[in-house]
């Protein structure tokens, strides 16, 4: 055979080979686009045709209930978590982190007895004293407005033997969106020239006595008094921000804007009214605190983390249905999901149900101290948190290289889903606000899948109206598919994230460039003075 003849021949072998690499590297990828395709396909069908959050949904929040930090409750929900996964063939644990004071609610009855009688809308604050299985019965008096730190402490002992209000008495208990679709413009904005300098008038009232708030109930309690009663108005109809008590012996007592303003302007115009307050709670002394951790294990790269991350706490004037019920059931949902259609995935899978979210993050940052080995190796977290609406936020946290990597898993959810999401890169890093922050502050790539509001800020975030009624079940739905698609495509994807951080724009107060995020202890002890 002549040379032109075998070079003739071995390119001729060449190509074939060539061709034939080619045709594998076409088919492979057609198989892996039709099976990413399958299973995105089986996702949806699974979370459209078997969805399990209203069940979820009912045994979380009507059956356990709140779930404040220290509580039975949280403990309970933890041990609910970890046996709802045992029954989907998911392993689960609870974690100890930490401890907290425990506390447990009671009863809260309140009435007024003079000049008339009627049953009041109230509660006791989270951790308020209770009155032992008594009612205390007592006048109402408003701390008048003195002019110094000197003629309040003049004034303090005529607390005693008296329940003391210290909150703002509205002038309207209509919402603004109210006041706009039926006042003219003329008495809309004279209520809210009134308000600002009502408002302004309190705050200089509080400030003259020389005591922030927390101070200023622990002076009440010192001289006498019977209890605290505050309205922590919401803005809207019928709701209160209901948060913790700062008095360590005597009831605090958040009392509705219509009730409140009732007895404000009884006691303003000299009737002297009279309250009857029983509240039951038992102190618990100091229990262990939890975050529930379960895992699906990865086959092929089982030291590195997909982490969908929900808080598991919430405050207990509701049931914490919107904040964060929903974002709890978004996450179990997905792994629920991902273990019948995708159980062997590439990558661990893990769900963080976080303790102690509404304290300070605490649950979150104390797993990123004490699991470095998994936050080094985190591919992605993506948590939800802000209410029961569908996903409509994505931003890339500071993280320079994220549209890739979020790009390409949301290329791969379904149209009606991804294109009500706008997208923000590469963003910039939040400090605090959710536990996405946490894995942030420690250069994990955590992103937050921000929700529409629905009224949140309102009507739900920590008010006594947060209830398992004001859930979406639709756009939770939503979410879980959403999740559930990014989760697998995150442990699919044959390349790691990048870690690498952006340049950060310079703050305007400081002229510096910006500062990443740093970690922040957690309060391993906390409830205690």
Known sequence: MNTKLTNMCF?????????????MLITGNISYAQTKKQTVDNIVKEATENSQLENLAHELLDVVGPRLVGSPQMKQAADWAVAKYASWGITAKNEKWGEWRGWERGISHIDMVYPRVKSLEGMQ??????????????????????????SFKSWLPSVRGKFVMFSMNQPTGRPDYNWQEFATPESFEKMKSNRTK???????????TGLNLKALALAFESAGALGVITSNWSSGFGVNKIFGANTTKIPSIDISLEDYGLLYRLTESGKKPKISVNVGSKELGMVPTFNTIAEIKGSQKPNEYVILSAYFDSWDGGTGA?????????????????????PNPKRTILVGHWGSEEQGLNGSRAFVEDHPEIVKNIQVVFNQ?????????LGGQGFLNSYAYLGRWLSAVPEEIRKQIATTFPGTPGGGGSDYASFVAAGAPAFSLSSNSWSYGTYTWHTNRDTYDKIIFDDVRSNAILTAILAYMASEDPETTSKEKSVLPVNARTGEPGNWPQPVKATRKGGVN
């Open 11 to 23: 390119s001729s072998l060449k190509l074939r080979t060539s061709a034939f690499f080619m045709a």
């Open 125 to 150: 604050l989270a951790w308020s004293p209770s009155t032992k299985g008594k009612s205390v019965v007592g006048e109402l008096v408003i701390y008048p407005d003195l002019p110094d730190s000197v």
């Open 198 to 208: 009502q408002t302004d008038a309190w705050r200089s009232r509080i400030s003259k």
């Open 322 to 342: 919107t904040d964060n019920g929903t974002g709890t059931i978004t996450m179990m949902e997905a792994i629920r999901i991902l273990k019948k259609i995708y």
């Open 385 to 393: 948190d802000n209410g029961t609406g569908r996903v409509v936020n």
